[in-house]
């Protein structure tokens, strides 16, 4: 079965910029998170989705938003973009029942780098 | 709030073990995650925790205290290919993921 992907890959953009990326979460998951990794700094994480919505949100200002598909694929949109936005976006996916609670599997990333 | 600690760095020579701590304060705790992250890499799922005691999975080991708020991760006969971060996350209220800033272990022949 397909595991975790993400897209694109890598990705310049200059500051004042909007930015999407796409995680398409791996099969039988419900649930997506996002984590920015800045360089020498440990994962942050930003929001996390289940069946459609957002039920946690990290410390990351309102222009940091996205949503969560039917088909729990999911997108991360930043707007007004800041210098320090540049890092490595991670999503994960993971099949969450009630209150039991299952590893995350990550996506490769996608490398932000903001000019 | 939360708090999570673990050392920057460590180095251990091939073969050997090694132990790497994980010292946290959250309220709602709800599980302790180890993840591995080869540079460049995504991270890569190690071990759970949710009970106070010992998780075995071949070479890697984890431990929990929840009274202590102190989690280690133990790996045995130490690969070069070991080399990597080690993340600990922890789980707080519903799904409430917090990471550590990792430990970079350099495995060395």
């Not at chain 1, 969560?68 to 540049?86: H, I, M, W």
Request: charge should be negative.
């Amino acid at each position: 079965e397909a595991g975790v992907t993400q897209s694109p890959t890598h990705l310049i953009k200059t500051r004042g910029q909007q930015v999407t990326l796409r995680c398409s979460s791996q099969s039988g998951h419900n649930t997506v998170s996002w984590y920015q990794q800045a360089l020498g700094l440990g994962l942050q994480f930003l929001l996390w989705y289940d069946e459609g919505e957002e039920r946690n949100r990290g410390n990351f200002p309102p222009r940091f938003s996205g949503r969560q598909f039917p088909n729990y694929s999911s997108e991360l949109n930043v707007n007004a973009l800041e210098l320090e936005d540049s890092a490595l976006y991670l999503c994960a996916s993971s099949l969450v029942l009630a209150d039991n609670y299952n590893e995350q599997f990550f996506g490769p990333g996608t490398r932000l780098t903001v000019l | 709030g939360q708090n999570i600690d673990q050392p920057t760095e460590m180095t251990a020579t091939e073969g050997a073990i090694v132990q790497i701590n994980c010292t946290y304060q959250t309220s709602g705790f709800n599980g302790l995650f180890w993840y591995q992250q080869h540079a460049g890499e995504a991270p890569t799922f190690l071990s759970y925790n949710v009970l106070d005691g010992l998780e075995e999975k071949g070479r890697f080991s984890s431990f929990l205290s929840r009274s202590k708020g102190y989690s280690y991760l133990l790996l045995k006969e130490l690969q070069m290919k070991d080399s990597a971060s080690y993340l600990c996350a922890v789980v707080r209220g519903y799904q409430k993921v917090t990471f550590g800033t990792g430990t970079k272990l350099q495995v060395i022949p």
